[in-house]
């Protein structure tokens, strides 16, 4: 191979292509065409959106123009060379310029040979594993654990603040979810293109979101609204272009700069379980775009412990920020993946509750509305970090992502080790203490009326508190509907002097469908 080489033009090739992928073409049939992503030189300065909170929408246009146009120009002479001669049209991957294609080896060789082109690399598959199933739990000892309901009774509950699951899709016929999607024609991504409206045949991403917003006390930040994107087939597995696709797509849903629809928080419960011990970057430039337009990032540390050196990619990432499992004794759970960090540093982060918590799971198209499953893994902990953010985000508008990630850190109860260790991070995650530690950072909590009803869920803001600032037809103003169910005036009560079950409540009893866990981490 090394003489072949050498006698042609390849050894330019042999250098930007990668060598898994260079013996792929030296095998494949010359009609085959094979997947691959293309990546472009230079990359568009990554200033970050900054801490004002109404200049953030501007300065994330002006971030998601600039990638656009250098990809397009970057890009232009391979669109060029591509034309009629693949079957599918090339896909850009503006956010971080490159490509993805599949091409026939000699049009990738011809690819390799242009100006400008920095790598070519296999668009491979990654496969969303199956998790263990957890037993029965007690309902809410994972809330209680980070301490939510505390920032709840202060009126803290993520209103207003979009939370994104990029995962295997969400089911929005859950009763606990279907009230917190945010709707529209912005909310919802697939790759593939075979769901044009939210699905989720798997349950992983199901389960995620319902720790986040789920409604019946099942997620941290209740209050919150979910987009998703399915960057994992029906089938569990995703290329590596759908990623990043999906991760795209965050940074203008609408495809439209000019309108500000991007998500506060960002959601990844997956890795590569492949590369344990790998600083696998793939994904370091989406991170870092993501983070650089205002979005905290999260991600499941993984399940590749208890061995010491177990992290996995993206979660160990630079820019990553990795959520370990730990039990309701606060010990860590026995498969969570431990650091150092394969590209260096504390690993994990943070740990949060991640056995045998309970959450929102597929409901068969409607058949079972209110189905829940008892999962277990770092997948179902680093929702918990994606919740307590989103309350945080909703508390402090103008927060950084960098400033979010340092509220857990700082507010996190150690465990382990004194100090951070390699175990459990900086510890458990407590939503009171980071609120705090980030208003020592930022003053006082910003008072923000979600709803437009004039009344705000925040104390020392001037009004009585807003039971549901979700909802403008609920607040201490409000006209009673006795007996309906709902507490219209915030008084506890719904008109009948009978305690009522609030969009915040307890779970109803019976409620529980149990399930197997299914996903990677």
Not at 197 to 207: L, R, S, V, W
Request: charged residues 20%; aromatic residues 4%; proline residues 7%.
């Amino acid at each position: 191979m090394g003489l072949a080489l050498a006698l042609s033009p390849a050894p330019l090739r042999a250098s930007i292509i990668e060598r898994e992928l260079l013996e792929t073409l030296q095998t494949a049939p010359p009609e085959q065409e094979i997947p691959v992503l293309v990546a472009f030189a230079g990359r568009t300065g990554l200033a970050p959106v900054g801490s004002v909170a109404n200049q953030r929408g501007t300065r994330r246009a002006e971030l998601v123009m600039g990638l656009r146009r250098q990809a397009d120009d970057a890009q232009q002479p391979a669109r060029e060379l591509l034309r009629g001669r693949t079957l599918e049209e090339p896909v850009s991957l503006w956010a971080i310029n490159a490509m993805a294609v599949s091409a026939r080896p000699s049009v990738i060789h011809e690819l390799a040979a242009l100006p400008g082109v920095s790598s070519v690399r296999p668009d491979v598959t990654i496969k969303l594993q199956a998790s263990a199933a957890g037993a029965a739990p007690v309902p809410g000892w994972n809330l209680a654990a980070v301490r939510a309901p505390e920032l709840w009774a202060a009126g803290h509950r993520g209103a207003g603040v979009v939370v994104a699951v990029v995962d295997s899709g969400v089911d929005v016929a859950h009763r606990d979810l279907a009230g917190r999607f945010r709707g529209g024609d912005n909310s919802w991504f697939d790759p593939s293109g075979r769901h044009a409206t939210p699905y989720d045949g798997e349950g992983h991403g199901t389960q995620a979101a319902g720790l986040i917003v789920g409604e019946s006390a099942l997620g941290v930040a209740p209050h919150a609204v979910w987009i998703a994107a399915k960057i994992f087939d029906d089938d569990g597995t995703a290329k590596l272009s759908a990623i990043h696709q999906g991760f795209q797509w965050l940074l203008d849903p609408d495809n439209d700069p000019a309108t500000d629809d991007a998500p506060d928080v960002v959601n990844n419960s997956w890795g590569f379980p492949e590369e344990v011990n790998e600083c696998f970057r793939e994904f370091e430039p989406d991170i870092a775009v993501l983070k650089a337009a205002g979005m905290a990032v999260v991600f499941a540390a993984g399940n590749d412990g208890p061995a010491s050196s177990s992290s996995v990619s993206p979660g160990n990432n630079l820019g990553g920020f990795a959520v370990g499992a730990v039990d309701d004794r606060g010990i860590i759970e026995i498969s969570s993946s431990r650091g150092p960090s394969a590209c260096g540093g504390i690993f994990p982060h943070v740990v949060a509750p991640g056995v045998d918590v309970q959450t929102t799971d597929l409901t068969f198209g409607g058949a079972v509305p209110g189905s829940l499953a008892t999962v277990t893994g770092s997948s179902f902990a680093a929702p918990h970090a994606a919740g307590v953010m989103a309350l945080l985000r909703g508390a402090y508008p103008q927060a950084t992502p960098e400033q979010l990630e340092g509220a857990l850190l700082a507010g996190a109860r150690d465990l382990g080790e004194p100090g951070a260790d390699n175990e459990y991070g900086h510890g458990l995650i407590d939503d009171a203490a980071a609120l705090a530690a980030l208003g020592g950072v930022l003053g006082a909590p910003a008072c923000r009326d979600g709803d437009g009803d004039c009344y705000y869920p925040s104390a020392g803001c001037g009004t009585a508190l807003d039971c549901n600032d979700g909802d403008p037809a609920v607040h201490p103003g409000a006209a009673e509907q006795p007996a309906d169910g709902i507490d219209q005036d915030c008084d506890g009560a719904d008109g009948s002097h009978l305690r009522v079950r609030r969009r915040l409540g307890r779970a109803s009893p019976g409620n529980a469908a149990p399930a197997a866990a299914r996903g990677e981490q």
